[in-house]
Nanobody
Framework: QVQLVESGGGLVQAGGSLRLSCAAS????????MGWYRQAPGKERELVAR???????NYADSVKGRFTISINNAKNTVYLQMNSLKPEDTAVYSC???????????????WGQGTQVTVSS
């Protein structure tokens, strides 16, 4: 089993910054990718940022130039630095790791519990 623990959410004024962290622990043979999704009330969950283990990244158009995803391989941790936050960034942010737990297992997506980010105008 793999457990993901998120931290760093909170309330911030528009224009401010927050940094989210998500650490994975448990039985991890390899990590294929890590990412962040968000879901605002009444909306579908959407990809915010994703990074594969070879360093390739992709971002939602709405956050390009403002958000940066990064990883610490030694700590199995993924970060999301969010700058110039806007009220429309308000959502529950969840991290995900695509993990193989053994040499014979298929990659599987594990999810964090979610952390609330609220941006006031």
């Amino acid at each position: 089993q793999v457990q993901l623990v998120e931290s760093g959410g909170g309330l911030v004024q528009a224009g401010g910054s927050l940094r989210l962290s998500c650490a994975a622990s448990g039985t991890i043979f390899s990590i294929n990718a890590m990412g962040w999704y968000r879901q605002a009330p009444g909306k579908e969950r959407e990809l915010v940022a994703r990074m594969t283990i070879d360093g390739s990244t992709n971002y939602a158009d709405s956050v390009k130039g403002r958000f940066t995803i990064s990883i610490n391989n030694a700590k199995n941790t993924v970060y999301l630095q969010m700058n110039s936050l806007k009220p429309e960034d308000t959502a529950v942010y969840s991290c995900t790791f695509t993990v193989r737990v053994s040499v014979t297992s298929w990659p599987y997506d594990y999810w964090g519990q979610g952390t609330q980010v609220t941006v006031s105008s």
